[in-house]
T-cell receptor
Framework: ELKVEQNPLFLSMQEGKNYTIYCNYS?????LYWYRQDPGKSLESLFV?????AVKQEGRLMASLDTKARLSTLHITAAVHDLSATYFC?????????FGTGTRLKVLA | SAVISQKPSRDICQRGTSLTIQCQVD?????MFWYRQQPGQSLTLIAT?????????ESGFVIDKFPISRPNLTFSTLTVSNMSPEDSSIYLC????????????????FGPGTRLTVL
């Protein structure tokens, strides 16, 4: 059974700092997705990583995928308050996602 | 890009009753899915809504409790039957693919969710 774990579960960080969220999964997958969810809102797609070594960047967020290690990272550079949200990774095929536990990020001014 | 809407956005229901949630996509999509997200938790796939046939349910979810319909390529419903307080959750619809979707066939995109409270 595919399991997807994220850490940390909660992250409180100061504006301007850098940090990384980790997503580990238990069985082989060549696709990984990152989503953002604001409180009371739906999920917004951030990144789709489709192959080993894939790296994508958007603004202060950069995601990477290592399929051999079964690990994806979401790196936050120079955090700003607007990045406060819950971040989920999801693994699997396009027809069946298994979501990670989520990382609740709070960026303090 | 395609947009998903859900109705109702929220509801408060009594134990033992049923609620039907509607999911409408503004263009044709290949696949539609229903998820449950309990407060402060991750998302769990309930089922894949198949157009013109019975939904495919994940382990722990059954048709009698969560009947699903998908009469066409843009619409699906999820019914939460004989509700109990444990059914209090956010229910989200998602979809994949279709010529007018931003994501094409690479990712699922999600509706705004229905927040259900069962008393």
């Amino acid at each position: 059974e595919l399991k997807v774990e994220q850490n940390p579960l909660f992250l409180s960080m100061q504006e301007g700092k850098n940090y990384t969220i980790y997503c580990n999964y238990s069985t082989t997958s060549d696709r990984l997705y990152w989503y953002r969810q604001d409180p009371g809102k739906s999920l917004e797609s951030l990144f789709v990583l489709l192959s080993n070594g894939a790296v994508k960047q958007e603004g202060r967020l950069m995601a990477s995928l290592d399929t051999k290690a079964r690990l994806s990272t979401l790196h936050i550079t120079a955090a700003v308050h607007d990045l406060s949200a819950t971040y989920f990774c999801a693994v699997g095929t396009i027809y069946k996602y298994i979501f990670g536990t989520g990382t609740r990020l709070k960026v303090l001014a | 890009s395609a947009v998903i809407s859900q109705k109702p956005s929220r509801d408060i229901c009594q134990r033992g009753t049923s609620l039907t949630i509607q999911c409408q996509v503004d263009s044709q999509v290949t696949m539609m899915f229903w998820y449950r997200q309990q407060p402060g938790q991750s998302l769990t796939l309930i089922a894949t809504a198949n157009q013109g046939s019975e939904a495919t349910y994940e382990s722990g979810f059954v048709i009698d409790k969560f009947p699903i319909s998908r009469p066409n390529l843009t619409f699906s419903t999820l019914t939460v039957s004989n509700m109990s307080p444990e059914d209090s959750s956010i229910y989200l619809c998602s979809a994949v693919g279709g010529p007018n979707t931003k994501s094409s066939y690479n990712e699922q995109f999600f509706g705004p969710g229905t927040r259900l409270t069962v008393l």
